[in-house]
T-cell receptor, first 111, second 114 residues
């Protein structure tokens, strides 16, 4: 039973517009959340993270929002660029060693 | 500095065969892990290690063995391959806990079990 869910398998957005990726989790013990980005034929790379004591974390064009009461987080990419076309994985952790990942959302940025 | 390397890149096995997926990192990281990626399932943790001589099970450990005799290497063994183990396997490492330390992933091994 997946504890981290990304219910949108794909997202298509025009270059320059905002991309919003959503993630829901069921385990209330999770207290740290991460986003990873993956290009085809490569391993995932770390993108941004947020602790449960915060509700927002920003890094350049990427912002992650956390709503603990709704057990929901989102990743905003503004503005979207062609190089952002990739698979994005949401992940969560409550101990120090076991990350749980969502199924991923494939983002396609159209020129 | 090669980062995390995995061999082989591709492998086809017959049911019942055994093999070892190799993983090595040159960053002196204590934490290493193995994931499998399946369509619609994301990445699932198979086994992890917090240092040489210390390993523990992840979410889907059945059918896989690991050992960690050195800091650099963390091989994953399939003792008797099954079609359900057809997947893409990723090895990752981080300096310590992946909670606060970026995990670096290898490029993956695509395994097909017939």
């Amino acid at each position: 039973d997946q504890q981290v869910k990304q219910n949108s398998p794909s997202l298509s957005v025009q270059e320059g517009r905002i991309s919003i990726l959503n993630c829901d989790y069921t385990n209330s013990m999770f207290d740290y959340f991460l986003w990873y980005k993956k290009y085809p034929a490569e391993g995932p790379t770390f993108l941004i993270s947020i602790s449960s004591i915060k509700d927002k974390n920003e890094d350049g064009r990427f912002t992650v929002f956390l709503n603990k009461s709704a057990k929901h987080l989102s990743l905003h990419i503004v503005p979207s660029q062609p190089g952002d076309s990739a698979v994005y994985f949401c992940a969560a952790i409550f101990n120090d060693y076991k990350l749980s990942f969502g199924a991923g959302t494939t983002v396609t940025v159209r020129a | 500095n090669a980062g995390v390397t995995q061999t082989p890149k591709f492998q086809v096995l017959k049911t019942g065969q055994s093999m070892t997926l190799q993983c090595a990192q040159d960053m002196n990281h204590e934490y290493m892990s193995w994931y499998r990626q399946d369509p619609g399932m994301g990445l699932r943790l198979i086994h992890y290690s917090v240092g040489a001589g210390i390993t523990d099970q992840g979410e889907v450990p059945n059918g896989y063995n690991v050992s960690r005799s050195t800091t650099e290497d963390f091989p994953l063994r399939l003792l008797s391959a099954a079609p359900s183990q057809t997947s893409v396997y990723f090895c990752a490492s981080s300096s310590q806990t992946p909670r606060y330390n970026e995990q670096f992933f290898g490029p993956g091994t695509r395994l097909t079990v017939l």
